[in-house]
């Protein structure tokens, strides 16, 4: 049998996990501003992915400013900063996820968590758990559309792979 081409997924789908994602990224951000505070890309992009989960506007601008965020976190050292800005560059890419079936869009889906994950190694556990209360039973339900992530080689790869199991029981 054949596996689908395409998911079903409506804009308001694409406005929860864009939702699911801000929060998971405006959970990291103090980390970022703490080092940067006169840099505000990523909570630019946090706004933007909150305003389209609110709107459903989803707009050049919008896509700018995750791109904002990832020029951001490349500009920093390596850190728990880079992460924050990285989630924030998912949370506002979140509202791009399209209704393809591949495994690539669970990073749409999770991506924010992932980098939420990567910027506190030392809370992988606690962390997952505020995951759990914020992926309600529509971001899974939206998430087990989708073909399971291939494992990684990478750290960011073996937690995508381990939330994404979390997060499909």
Known sequence: ??????????????QRVAAF???CARRILPVFEELHQSDLRPRSAIDGAEEFAAT???????????????????EVPASAATDAALAAMHA????????????????????????????????????IDWIHTQ???????????????????TRYGALLTQLDTELRR
């Open 92 to 127: 506002a890419g979140a509202a791009f996820l399209h209704p393809l079936y591949s495994p690539h869009q669970v990073k749409h889906i999770l991506g924010s968590a992932v980098h939420l994950l990567l910027a506190q190694p030392e809370a992988v556990a606690e962390q």
């Open 1 to 14: 049998m054949a596996e689908p081409e395409k998911v079903e997924l409506s804009l308001a789908d694409v």
């Open 56 to 74: 459903g506007g989803r707009t050049a601008a919008l896509r700018q400013r995750a791109w904002d965020a990832h020029k951001a976190a490349r």
């Open 135 to 153: 992926a309600d039973t529509t971001v899974c339900t939206i998430l087990r559309r989708f073909p399971e992530p291939t494992g990684g080689r």
């Open 21 to 23: 994602a801000a929060a």
